[in-house]
């Protein structure tokens, strides 16, 4: 049978398991949370979970030491993301706490904070999952017992841009011509900008026509095949760029990239390849010299999933060449243009034309008969 003493304002709770007696803080001026623990603990002995010293001590601190090292061994490529995040909202607000202590109030506290600064829902969802992360964590280690509800909010800052085939020619004809073949290939496969970027050339198969990503290179960790026999502007770029590399390796100049710059030191005379990693400056200024502002490299994305609906392209197909893996986000992205609306809007004239014409005719043989 467990029990209750003070010391100062705090209550702690004693319980026994398998005979050794075991003291532990409430963390609470208050008796009746005391109680609220020692029920859980109890229950906790009678239903087999372990329970020792340690759990309820973790900190905020250890907590996010433990996120960023399953990230790292993992092999995450958002390991440097969740560290900025945990650096500049989570630890502000949480460091030195014990992970029990925080409440589903102490964090609706934490995003009204983050909202008065001026942070968007999907930044501040993003850090709440890293929180949510550190608890389950943490349970799965049996270092805590329980884990607080994490209300998530609304989202709505879904992009609608998609470029044209006209504003895509325009821009790309703005750009410098090293950069041109990636926004074509990034047109036609709607694969992320971080994918065509560390595209290399044992990936692509001149011969069979065929660009692969290798499994665990994309977002969703699976592989990728496109193929684009077919696809003549495709074919004469990627054709173009294998010309150039061998071209290059006649002069000894030898890169894994696909898309890379050719830079030359006049001055010095010498030439060196340098792999393509930024292009935000250019693509900015291409999009304002084409006519259509705002754009970004990410728009041809949801381009590359409308034009495969125009194309009747069927689904399962069009999800596996662009890299969706379920449908629900396959649809965020098969946007509706106003040219698509006005499209459907004449043919939806054109067959209540030709129903009229029908009914008409129905008519007429009716009273020749």
Known sequence: MGSLRQRGRIWWIKYWRDGRPYEESSHSAKEGAAKRLLKLREGDIEHGVPITPQVGRLTFDDAAKDLV????????????????????????????????????????????KRQEAGAANATINRELACLK?????????????????????????????????DQFTAVRDHLPAALRPLVTVGYYTGWRKGELLNLQWRNVDTAAKTIRLDPGTTKNRDGRLFIYAGIAELDETIATLAATRDTLRQQGLITPRVFVRVVTNKRQGTTRIAPIKFFRRAWLTACRAAGCPGRIPHDFRRTAVRNLERAGVSRSTAMKMVGHKTESIYRRYAIVSETDLREAAVKLGSLAHGDNHGDNRGIEQKQAV
Do not use: C, W
């Open 69 to 112: 090292t399953d990230y790292t061994t993992n092999k995450r490529k958002s390991a440097d993301h969740v560290q900025r995040r945990i650096d500049l909202a989570l630890t502000p607000y949480f460091r030195g706490r014990r992970m029990v202590g925080i409440t589903t109030a102490d964090i609706r506290a934490f995003i009204a």
């Open 133 to 165: 992360r550190m608890f389950t964590l943490a349970v799965q280690a049996g270092r805590l017992m329980h884990k607080p509800h994490i209300p998530m909010l609304q989202e709505n800052n879904t992009r609608r841009g998609f470029l044209e085939a």
